[in-house]
């Protein structure tokens, strides 16, 4: 795999991943960024695009952070060097950005986060920091030079800056310089700073890390949903105490086990993760028809296209079961017969879908109507109608 610099994915993923920094030189030789810094300026433009410009000034407060949705008069005033441009999501707007991502597809496509690209003047630059997921960083234009420090710890401290996290000591030990078409991966935690030499764009893609708080947190309000308000702690086996005021461990052990068989249950765990990282977070996801269509007319559109595409917008992942297999869409469960892990496969691994390999599950009721209702939400959609800027 090119992508890879020769290693093969099991190779990467053994030695690299979460472990090590990795330099590639010419991962996609010959690389051409399919935008143009105008472009990605034009979409920072736009209110249901998630933008931002960091500044590097002198002064007590050298670090300034502003919010899109930018104004082309905004673009105007901009100084000619120390500013970066950043855009999240742009595989959700950029059907060309969005094909880099089968570049990825030996790491689980649910840990997958986004493409976040970003455009630098001379000098550019976010500062040194950490991320907690992994990236890889792609130079789409121009040169970058990349600096790590293994030495930064976590709760480095950081300059006092409301909303960047900014190291306030990064001593560098390793440095590359960056051309289109090279790429770098960094661990979680990896501290990191990157300048831009001269005008340049990277492409940066992301990976989902959930923090635990955040996965305990679901979870237990998960749970929490489905618990009656008549499901109460018991203790009929009650006995005399000895002290009234003692929390004895006959009670400590009733509490535990309510906690035990509320929270620990693998199946109803599995189905909620499945829910809760397919979920997709995005309340800018743009509309699906006004009106649902019929199975027989979405035929006639699939046919007449040629095949369907995932919506970017969309998150896809299915769990396989002893008798049956769970398909999760954007936190919706789909529950599928075990006959049926083919087409949960195809729905998930890949992003685009010939009219021909659909064409067995296009004669099941089941999976037609599956592939209907996913269209009609706007999960799936027809190649001409991805989003385009």
Not at 68 to 86: D, K, N, V
Not at 273 to 291: C, D, H, K, L, M
Request: charge should be negative; hydrophobic fraction near 40%.
């Amino acid at each position: 795999m090119q992508l890879l610099g020769g290693l093969s994915p099991q190779q990467f993923l053994q030695d690299y991943w979460q472990k090590q920094p990795l330099l590639i030189r010419q991962a996609i030789p010959g690389f051409i960024s399919p935008l143009t810094p105008d472009e990605l300026a034009g979409l920072a433009c736009e209110a249901t695009v998630e933008s931002r410009i960091v500044l590097q000034q002198t002064g007590e407060r050298p670090w300034q952070l502003e919010q899109g949705p930018f104004t082309e008069a905004r673009f105007a005033s901009l100084p000619e060097t120390h500013w970066t441009l950043l855009v999240q999501k742009v595989n959700q707007w950029v059907p060309d950005v969005a094909t880099l991502l089968d570049q990825f597809d030996f790491i689980p496509g649910w840990r997958l986060d986004d493409i976040m690209v970003s455009y630098a003047a001379e000098q550019g630059s976010v500062g040194p920091h950490t991320d907690q997921y992994d990236v890889f960083l792609l130079q789409g234009l121009g040169q970058r030079r990349w600096q790590i420090d293994p030495g930064a710890q976590a709760g480095a401290p950081l300059l006092d800056h409301p909303d960047l996290c900014i190291l306030r000591d990064f001593k560098a030990e390793q440095e590359w310089c960056l051309d289109p078409g090279d790429m770098l991966y960094l661990p979680p935690g990896l501290a990191h700073y990157g300048v831009s030499q001269g005008e340049g764009m990277t492409y940066s893609v992301g990976f989902r890390a959930p923090a635990c708080s955040e996965l305990i947190s679901s979870w237990v309000d998960d749970v929490i949903a489905l618990l009656p308000d008549s499901l109460r702690y018991t203790d009929r086996d009650l006995s005399v105490p000895v002290h009234p005021g003692e929390i004895d461990p006959a009670a400590l052990r009733r509490v535990r086990d309510i906690l035990r068989q509320r929270l620990v249950d693998d199946d109803q765990m599995n189905r909620w993760f499945g829910r809760y990282i397919t979920e997709s977070g995005n309340t800018e996801q743009p509309a699906a028809g006004v009106e649902d269509i019929s199975t027989e007319t979405f035929l006639t559109r699939l046919r007449q296209a040629g095949g369907l595409q995932r919506s970017e917008f969309s998150r896809y992942a299915f769990i396989r079961q002893t008798d049956r297999v769970l398909l999760y869409v954007d936190g919706e469960e789909y529950f599928l017969s075990a006959s049926q892990a083919a087409f949960a496969s195809l729905l998930c691994d890949q992003r685009h879908y010939l009219a021909v390999e659909l064409q067995p599950y296009l004669e099941n009721a089941t999976s037609l109507s599956l592939l209907t209702e996913l269209f009609n939400r706007g999960a799936l959609v027809l190649p001409d109608e991805c989003v385009q800027h």
